[in-house]
């Protein structure tokens, strides 16, 4: 009698707990999320979208910051499948340990969803990543309108100047190739109107920025108009030409026709003071819900290595469009929400 | 007495730092864009004129020089400071959180960075000297624990400092000066005065040539050491601050990140041994201003984005080669003079000395 009175008890202890588990299975949704740094508005901004979004939806969410070094990420993407997360989303440091990670996740059967920065082979995993020629495309389109009403009414040739990122990065090789498709489709239709394009490297280091673009301006002090492949620099160009009477709103004769990428809080500022002209939006907001949504599907689904890219076309915010466009630029959301006073 | 003769390639061994200085100078500025100076319809490179002299020598400041002053009082001693990139985060986050928060003014925001950036090279210090920890593996912690401190404090943003950060830091003497130039020049003529003219200075160079011996010579060499780490962590939370202040007051977690490296190379570039008691200090604003030079007669030139840092890497590589050419060269001309040489070149046989 005792006997089965013990058997009896611990099959039904096996049997609570195995339902425990089995209810818990279904109603709780793990999602490791793995970002390599937060040092821009974008990755804040990103952050706070994508972990803000999940836990408002019960999700559980464990939070993994590489502080830029792409080894300590692998190993926090290890210690999240140990774990026996649902999925993973992560901010790469690059797009060569991307694809490493996708490779760990994917081996353990772990859906897997890269954030904005890319993998260089993406055939594997949830690629979700703003059109990074196609968002440059659009804000130097308008930089090149303005260059061309300069150019009318003055008739000097204007000087382009490109702030490239690290070159190891897909995402600024993009952008680069945006600056020099519009650049080269305005000089074939108005010859005269740019000279040669400066290349200037940044290597997303405002240090590195700031020493070359000094350079470059003293050596070609006639540049009058200048994209810089982030946002996050436009301190550093002003640095470089406030003391030389260049940093001017726009119908100042010394204005430099300016723009740049991702539409941040600060460029959306510039935008409203008129230093700066336009910038090209990645739609943060859109690609944090594409991220989720396609991940928490897979989930649901029980794919365990669900491959596809998500584009986000982007958009560009420039001085012609700021008040009707405003409210889609999540740098003006931060911007009015006080984000450049915290 | 045999009549040396002047040996040209000797000479430019021995001075190979300033030979290559010059060289990388004329080069640059002969294939750099011209002025036209309007009327006389005379070119001049736009790489020598004083607005890019100014920049070199103002960049060269704040990116190598001073952190490589502190350096050189370092590698004297025969130690190393992996950390001060990190330092230099660290401090100037320390007082940029506190302009934010309590509205601090630029004097003792700038006071904030130099004692934060101090202590920790007390810090380093008191694990070498105290917890025999070697410079090398000490440093290296140190450099992850500053920046994660700092990553802690700020959560990782970017810190935008107060609009006046910006006006400092495009402060002007005399009109014309930049103010990182007068503060470089101020810690060059400290750090010249402390190594040459202080016994201090001497006990550097002691401990860097043998510990052992200098010990024996009745030296505080614990002092000297503590000393020499609390300098250069001075010198790291100087030029934090002021990086800060160039780059439009905004700094990011990439802030002072490798900077170590290119104290270390201006220090070698100039003279300094990796070994301990060669060097000085105008060898180090050599070194520094070669570096930075290098990097603005690439940009000046519009060098290919993927080749600038081979040509620079191959450039600093050079200098190194040619001055351990030299140090080779000069073990050897004093083996030679161990004996007397006769006009024949022959030596001369000693008889065996008793002992």
């Known amino acids: 009698m005792r006997r089965f009175a013990i058997i009896s008890l611990v099959l039904i202890t096996a049997l609570a707990l195995g339902l425990v588990s089995t209810v818990r299975a279904q109603s709780d949704i793990t999602i ?14 990103g952050h706070k979208a994508i972990t803000e979004t999940l836990r408002g939806q019960g999700i559980e969410v464990l939070e993994y910051n ?6 300590r990420q692998l190993e926090q993407v290890r210690e999240c499948i140990a774990q026996g997360v649902d999925g993973i989303i992560i901010i790469p440091q690059d797009g060569d340990s991307a694809v490493t990670i996708i490779n760990e996740a994917q081996a353990s059967d772990v859906p897997i969803a890269v954030f904005n920065r890319p993998p260089n082979d993406r055939s594997r995993g949830i690629t979700v990543v703003a059109d990074n020629v196609s968002a440059t495309e659009q804000a130097v389109e308008f930089m090149a309108q303005q260059a061309l009403v300069k150019w009318a009414v003055t008739g000097n040739t204007v000087q382009p100047l490109i702030l490239v990122g690290a070159l190891q990065d897909t995402n600024a090789i993009g952008r680069r190739e945006g600056f020099f498709n519009v650049i080269t489709r305005y000089s074939e239709k108005y010859p005269g109107l740019f000279a040669e394009p400066i290349e ?56 430099v026709i300016m723009g740049g990428l991702d539409g941040d809080a600060t460029a959306c500022q510039l935008i409203d003071q008129g230093f700066v002209d336009a ?23 029980g794919e365990t290595q669900p491959n596809e890219v998500l584009l986000d076309p ?23 929400e006080g984000f450049l006073d915290q | 007495m045999p009549k040396r003769r002047f040996n040209l390639f000797q000479f430019l061994l021995n001075n190979s ?58 590698l004297l001693t025969a130690g190393i400071d992996l950390s001060v990139g990190s330092n230099m985060y660290l401090s100037v986050v320390c007082a940029g959180l506190l302009m934010r928060s309590s509205g601090l003014e630029i004097i003792p925001a700038l006071l904030v960075s130099i004692v934060v950036g101090t202590l920790f090279g007390a810090f380093n210090a008191l694990c070498i000297v105290r917890l025999k920890i070697i410079p090398f593996m000490t440093t290296l912690a140190t450099l992850v624990i500053g920046r994660g401190l700092g990553t802690a404090l700020t959560e990782s943003r970017q810190i935008d400092f107060p609009e006046r950060m910006n006006a400092f830091g495009q402060t002007l003497l005399l009109g014309f000066i930049p103010m990182p130039i007068v503060v470089f020049g101020l810690v060059v003529l400290a750090a010249w005065f402390i190594l040459t003219r202080t016994p201090f200075g001497r006990q550097v160079y002691a401990v860097g040539n043998d510990i052992e011996a200098a010990k024996k010579a009745g030296i505080n060499t614990d002092r000297t050491l503590v000393l020499v780490y609390i300098i250069s962590g001075f010198c790291a939370g100087l030029a934090g601050f002021i990086l800060a202040s160039q780059l439009g007051g905004r700094v990011d977690r990439s802030f002072g990140e490798t900077r170590e490296f290119d104290a270390i190379a201006a220090a070698v570039l100039g003279g300094t041994s990796l070994f301990g008691g060669v060097g000085n200090v105008f060898g180090t604003v050599i070194g520094a201003l070669l570096i930075q030079m290098v990097g603005t007669g690439l940009q000046f030139n519009l060098v290919n984005l993927y080749l600038q840092p081979l040509v620079r890497a191959l450039i600093i590589f050079l200098a190194i080669f040619f001055d351990s050419l030299r140090e080779a060269n000069l073990q050897k001309l004093k083996r030679r003079f161990i004996r007397p040489v006769e006009s024949s070149g022959t030596t001369v046989p000693q008889p065996a000395r008793m002992e």
């Open chain 1, 66 to 71: 590489a502080n830029e070094d792409p080894n």
């Open chain 2, 17 to 74: 730092t300033i030979v290559l200085f010059i060289t990388v100078f004329v080069l640059f500025g002969l294939t750099s864009p011209r002025l036209v100076i309007e009327g006389i319809g005379l070119e001049f490179p736009r790489f020598w004129l004083p607005e890019n002299m100014l920049n070199i020598i103002k960049q060269a400041a704040v990116f190598a020089g001073i952190i490589g002053v502190g350096m050189t009082f370092v």
């Open chain 1, 200 to 255: 200037v490297a940044t290597e997303w280091d405002a240090a590195t920025a700031l020493a070359n673009l000094e350079a470059a301006i003293t050596a070609n002090p006639n540049v009058d108009f200048i994209f810089t492949s982030s946002d996050f620099l436009f301190p550093t160009i002003r640095s470089v030409l406030e003391p030389r009477g260049k940093w001017v709103p726009r119908g100042d004769a010394n204005h």
């Open chain 1, 32 to 45: 490791c999320f793995g970002f390599q740094d937060l040092e821009t508005e974008f990755w804040v901004a």
């Open chain 1, 314 to 336: 982007g958009f560009a915010l420039s001085a012609a469009n700021i008040q009707f466009d405003r409210s889609d630029m999540w740098g003006c959301v931060l911007l009015d």
């Open chain 1, 279 to 301: 910038t090209g939006v990645q739609d943060l907001f859109l690609e944090a819900e594409l991220t989720m949504d396609r991940l928490l599907e897979a989930i649901a689904n």
